[in-house]
């Protein structure tokens, strides 16, 4: 795409829409990361598998298995919750230059 293209886009946005979308965008990027920071803390750490040596690991195949998906969601997630808010980010900030 032509850069000239997009700035120029950019720039012919009135004014009173940069007044509205600013605080949303503001108030967009608080939540998801409030989201991102719930969903690392709801992962376990890689601590926990030392659960072999005490003994406290899951008793069956299907615990351990359902234990691994969880965690490989919440992995997606914070992923993905990183990279929108990355793209909301940039899209304010290229917002507040023009």
Known sequence: MNISFMLSAISSIPYEVKEVLNPLLLIL????????????????????????????????NMEEQRA???????KKATVSM???LLVISIIYFVIQLF
Not at 30 to 58: C, F, H, K, W, Y
Not at 68 to 74: D, G, T, V
């Open 29 to 60: 990027m608080a939540i998801v990361s409030v989201a991102t920071i719930v969903v690392v803390l709801m992962q376990s750490s890689v601590e926990s598998n030392m659960g072999a040596i005490t003994g406290d690991r899951p008793s069956t």
């Open 82 to 84: 990183g990279a929108f």
């Open 68 to 74: 691994k998906s969880r965690e490989s969601k919440l």
